[in-house]
Every structure is written in structure tokens, then in C-alpha cells.
């Protein structure tokens, strides 16, 4: 059975910073593509970061400097190291596993930007 389980979301003031985790079990985790995406009420799911197994990184425009992420191929979790949270960021964040045709999704974490 393959779980992804997200944590690390919560309310931060602009500027801050928040770190979220995905640990996968379930799956060989080195050779998945790992993903973060997000999605607010009304609003389709984007693509914010994506780290493959071949080991590149891609970033949506808008948090390019601001976002990092990473994994642990040993310990089955990826990471993103949030930055300079701005208000617009706020929506809920999943992270997805993904090989071909196979996709795997967390449940989410909010995150919540707001003074």
C-alpha cells in the first residue's frame, strides 16, 4: 500500500518561512519523480516544484529564489524549504510521486500566509 503523508503546513506572517514533509512508504522512492504542487478553493492544482529522480529541479516562476526542494532518497521523504512566504502562497500543498503513468498524491497540508 502506498501512502504519502505531508506535514510542516500551518499559518505564517509574510516573509516568513515554513518547511513541509513528504515520507513515502510504499513505493521504491529513489526512482519516483517527486512533486509539490498546491491548489486554492475554485483553482486548478499547479506544479510548484519538482525534483526528478535523475536529480533536476524545476520551480513555477513565481517562487523561483524563494522555494527549495530536496530529498532523502534513504529515508523516503522529500522536502520544500519555503521562503519569503507571501499571501498569494497560502492554498493547500500536496505532494505527489509519480514513475510513467503512475501517480501517487498525499493529502495536503495548508498553509495559511497572513498577518
Known amino acids: 500500500q502506498v501512502q504519502l503523508v505531508e506535514s510542516g503546513g500551518g499559518t505564517v506572517q509574510p516573509g516568513g518561512s515554513l518547511r513541509l514533509s513528504c515520507a513515502a512508504s510504499?513505493?521504491?522512492?529513489?526512482?519516483?519523480?517527486m512533486g509539490w504542487y498546491r491548489q486554492v478553493p475554485g483553482k486548478q492544482r499547479e506544479l510548484v516544484a519538482v525534483f526528478t529522480s535523475g536529480g533536476s529541479t524545476n520551480y513555477t516562476d513565481s517562487v523561483k529564489g524563494r522555494f527549495g526542494i530536496f530529498r532523502d532518497n534513504a529515508k523516503s521523504q522529500a522536502f520544500l524549504q519555503m521562503n519569503g512566504l507571501r499571501p498569494e502562497d497560502t492554498a493547500v500543498y500536496y505532494c505527489?510521486?509519480?514513475?510513467?503513468?503512475?501517480?501517487?498524491w498525499g493529502q495536503g497540508t495548508q498553509v495559511t500566509v497572513s498577518s
Open positions: 510504499g513505493i521504491i522512492f529513489s526512482i519516483y519523480d
Open positions: 505527489r510521486a509519480a514513475r510513467r503513468l503512475q501517480y501517487y
